[in-house]
């Protein structure tokens, strides 16, 4: 066991190594254990390239202070989503967005909410870079409730619905992930609940191009992480589009630096002629005043 690499009120997971390298190992209840094991196992029937983490062990630890029942699960490295995109600009909070709306189709497909969606429970693999979920102790299956959240993405908590375990449960904290990530300070909730979150979404320039996406998702309107996806991706497409004349229209540096050597070479044409010219004109010179003297 090397360190403790998280903490919370369903459990703490260590940094182990063992024969098959560095591995993450989660101490919970009972109760706690057998649901988060049987969505590892869950996922694993659906893995894609960025869901969950796979479950590798499970068993007890016998102590002096009682039985302690823990599983071992795969160790994903990388930044939290929140670190990432600090480190590398906001630009990439749409092509993030994207990956995790594919991940929420493919789980939700399976008949499971992930619940606890935010940055913290979001890691940034690679590269090449793929979101990848952690921390499952949010999951829940579709239609009970939702048991384990974090207020700030949570509908509820912004009076836009209930907690039951639905797709738009998941959607509305995946447009609260966005939010977040272009307010890295998390604020208040006002009393005008939802329109407070529609008016943060307007006055950021980079949730500009996906904008009308999120307000759809805050206000319930979509039914399946794909229609929405699919609504984002032609928002930034069109949003790339638009950029493109200006960029035609301010050569590259490429382009810039092509038109440079042309000048010079043209330049160096006109010097050598030149001194052709006047290298011709003092020998014709020197020949006239030769001829003159002899």
Sequence with gaps: MERMIGQGAAGTVYLVNGA???AALKFSNPLSITAEMNVLKAFAKVQGSSLGPSLLDADDWESSWGVHPFYVMEYIQGPTLSDFVQARGTSWIGVLLLQLLENLQTLHEAGWIFGDIK???LIVSGPPYALRCVDVGGTTKMG???KEYTEFFDRGYWRAGSRKAEPSYDLFAAAMVAINLAYPQR???SEAGVKQLEEKVRQKKELEAMAPVLIKSLQGKYADAGTMRKELLAALSSEA???EPAKRRSPSRQSSGRA???QQKRKRQGLYTV????FVAVVYVLYVLTELLV
Aim: no cysteine.
């Design 241 to 243: 589009k638009k950029s």
């Design 20 to 22: 098959s390298g560095a």
């Design 119 to 121: 940055p913290d429970n």
């Design 260 to 262: 440079s050597l042309q």
């Design 187 to 189: 604020f208040a909730r």
């Design 144 to 146: 009970r409730a939702v």
């Design 275 to 278: 001194t052709l010219i006047l």
